[in-house]
């Protein structure tokens, strides 16, 4: 039974930064992608970034520039920092880790932007 877990979530100004991380229990066999999604109060859920196997990543266009995302050294945690954070990034982020057969979610963890 594979399980993932994020944290890093809580209160942050404007401007200011935040890393999530995302780490699997269980085990894990083939490669995948690990990827953030999130979403905000009456809006549906959005791809915020994925990087694959071989660490190509992509990013929502409302977050590029501001947003990194990475694989742990251990490949089975990611993370999403985000720097230069803005109100409308308020939102609950969620981890997914994604193969050709299985898809996995995590509880999501609120991020607010607020002053």
């Known amino acids: 039974q594979v399980q993932l877990v994020e944290s890093g979530g809580g209160l942050v100004q404007p401007g200011g930064s935040l890393r999530l991380s995302c780490a699997a229990s269980?085990?894990?066999?083939?490669?995948?992608?690990m990827g953030w999604y999130r979403q905000a109060p009456e809006k549906e859920r959005e791809l915020v970034a994925t990087?694959?196997?071989?660490?190509?990543?992509y990013y929502v266009d409302s977050v590029k520039g501001r947003f990194t995302i990475s694989r742990g050294y251990a490949e089975n945690t990611v993370y999403l920092q985000m720097n230069s954070v803005k109100a409308e990034d308020t939102a609950v982020y969620y981890c997914?880790?994604?193969?050709?057969?299985?898809?996995?979610w995590g509880q999501g963890t609120q991020v607010t932007v607020s002053s």
């Open positions: 990087i694959t196997p071989v660490g190509s990543t």
């Open positions: 997914n880790f994604r193969s050709w057969n299985q898809n996995y």
């Open positions: 269980g085990s894990l066999f083939g490669m995948y992608t």
